[in-house]
């Protein structure tokens, strides 16, 4: 590999993807519809919850090809820098690969730079990605995330939700996505209030997750005898910080006896 | 017709090179070295804002004396190559060793062929998981690739520093005397620099992934005891 040296007029800047298109090494787009012969893994649902300190994300770890359940312990909710994180649903692969590049363009962008994104200039990054992406979705590849982080110049948390075609959209209280999400956000919706407590909404977003999964086949529950939990991550003041599956575990078993409580046992 | 007047070989590699080493001798100088939990990189800088000093990729950083439009240039197409190298292998696969190379190649294809020589001195640093690994490449306008030990100079009076570096510097020592080491070796016996003239960054061995980061000038202060840097010289 050598050194990347561009004239004036060609220089891609601080815009990492530019680059990789440059140099060649963006995915090829296929011309014909991919779900006909082959049958692609997908990642289904996530969600994010504002409450006064930030923004709760979290994302179940099932992957499905089909009826198939392909991966039991994927993961859809990454970082994308110190203060703002990534939820993904849809065909995993190139899902996967949307993240990494999107992370690399923030860093690229601060490395070169000098200075972050603002957290409204990364929202709309991520926005060009998947509308950039819209030409593979057309052909069964659609990639739906959601964006979150923690505005350090408004001192708050907020999110982001996009559609197939990169339309971007901010949310004020929860956002979810993949084919749970219808579930995940009734249970949210109908417990969700402006003053939730971190721990309050931690517990709701499981609970979210946890009625998804029951509901829809493609979303992984809580699974105690794997002890794999959703990936769930606070993003506040000081950062991007992943909850231990030890909590997660305590959380859910508390959930498992409140539900076996509120049913009652009856069949 | 006029047939251009000859040119020995030695004469125009001197001129190039004496071009250049006046260019890099008009800037100010920056010190790098390691010291017991990473590498200190310390330049005399006047700007905030200009940076000589920043970071490459999770353990490498690099600094550059001279011109700055033109380490400048350099800098970025090293987080450029970095980046492309990391996205395409591995995280763990872009080093510093790499990265120096191309750009010794570079400097040296400029220096040869270009109608004007590149006016600077970059410093390649990787931050090694333990001592023994710690890296320091030096790169001059010519392309030469030196793998320093310890600590290194660039720029204008470099001897100068140097032999007041290779007295105050101590292997394995602390940051606090890194950092008074490299100032009081940048200063000087008759010059005192303020702090706000002083840039300062680290690489962390244990830390973070990305192991860069600037050292902000209060901390710098409370090294160097009081806001000048009169010390033992």
């Known amino acids: 590999m050598t050194l990347p040296s561009f004239r004036l007029s060609e220089d891609p800047g601080p815009d990492f993807a530019a680059l990789v298109r440059r140099m060649g090494l963006s995915p090829v787009v296929p011309d014909s519809p991919v779900d006909a012969r082959l049958t692609i893994t997908h990642g289904t649902t996530c969600v994010a919850v504002r409450y006064p300190g930030g923004v709760v994300m979290a994302g179940d770890r099932r992957a499905t090809s089909g009826n198939f359940i392909s991966h039991r312990t994927i993961e859809k909710v990454f970082p994308a820098d110190r203060h703002s994180g990534v939820a993904i649903a849809g065909a995993a692969g190139p899902a996967i690969e949307m993240v990494r590049l999107f992370q690399l363009q923030l860093e690229h962008y601060e490395k070169v730079e000098g200075a972050p994104l603002s957290l409204e200039g990364k929202a709309n990054q991520l926005s060009q990605m998947v509308r950039n992406h819209l030409p593979a979705a057309m052909q069964g590849l659609a990639v739906v995330p959601i964006f979150a982080g923690f505005d350090t110049a408004r001192s708050a948390g907020r999110l982001f939700q996009y559609d197939v075609t990169g339309g971007r959209y901010e949310e004020f209280d929860h956002a979810s996505t993949g084919s749970g999400q219808m579930h995940a956000s009734t249970v949210i919706k109908m417990g969700w209030r402006g003053t939730l407590s971190a721990d309050e909404t931690i517990d709701l977003v499981l609970r979210a997750l946890y009625e998804a999964s029951d509901e829809d086949s493609a979303t992984g529950g809580p699974d105690l005898l794997r002890g794999i939990f959703p990936v769930v991550a606070t993003i506040t003041s000081s950062g991007f910080e992943r909850l231990d599956d030890e909590d997660l575990e305590a959380r859910y078993l508390s959930i498992l006896g409140q539900v076996a409580t509120e049913r009652g046992g009856s069949r | ?233």
């Open chain 2, 1 to 233: 017709m006029t047939a251009p007047f000859y040119v020995a070989p030695e004469q125009m590699m001197q001129d190039r090179a004496d071009y250049a080493r006046k260019g890099i001798a008009r800037g100010r100088a920056m010190v790098a070295c390691t010291y017991d939990q990473g590498i200190l990189l310390c330049a005399e800088n006047p700007s905030r804002m200009l940076r000589k000093i920043s970071e490459i990729y999770d353990r490498i950083a690099f600094a550059g004396v001279g011109k700055y439009n033109e380490f400048d240039q350099l800098r970025i197409a090293g987080v450029r190559h970095a980046d492309l190298k990391g996205f395409s292998f591995s995280r763990e696969d872009v080093d510093a060793r790499s990265l120096a190379n191309q750009y010794a190649q570079m400097l040296g294809q400029v220096f040869t062929h270009e109608m004007k020589p590149m006016e600077v001195e970059i410093l390649v640093a990787e931050i090694g998981h333990d001592p023994a690994g710690d890296q320091l490449f030096h790169i001059l306008y010519d392309g030469t690739l030196v793998d320093e030990n310890g600590w290194c100079v660039l720029g204008g009076e470099a001897e100068a520093i140097g032999s007041r570096m290779k007295e105050q510097w101590v292997e394995g020592g602390t940051f606090a005397e890194a950092l008074q080491a490299a100032v009081g070796a940048l200063a000087g016996p008759d010059r005192t620099l303020v702090v706000s003239e002083i840039e300062v960054a680290v690489l962390d061995r244990e830390g973070p992934r990305r192991a860069f980061r600037r050292v902000e000038d209060e901390d710098v202060t409370s090294v160097l005891g009081s806001n000048d840097t009169n010390i033992d010289t």
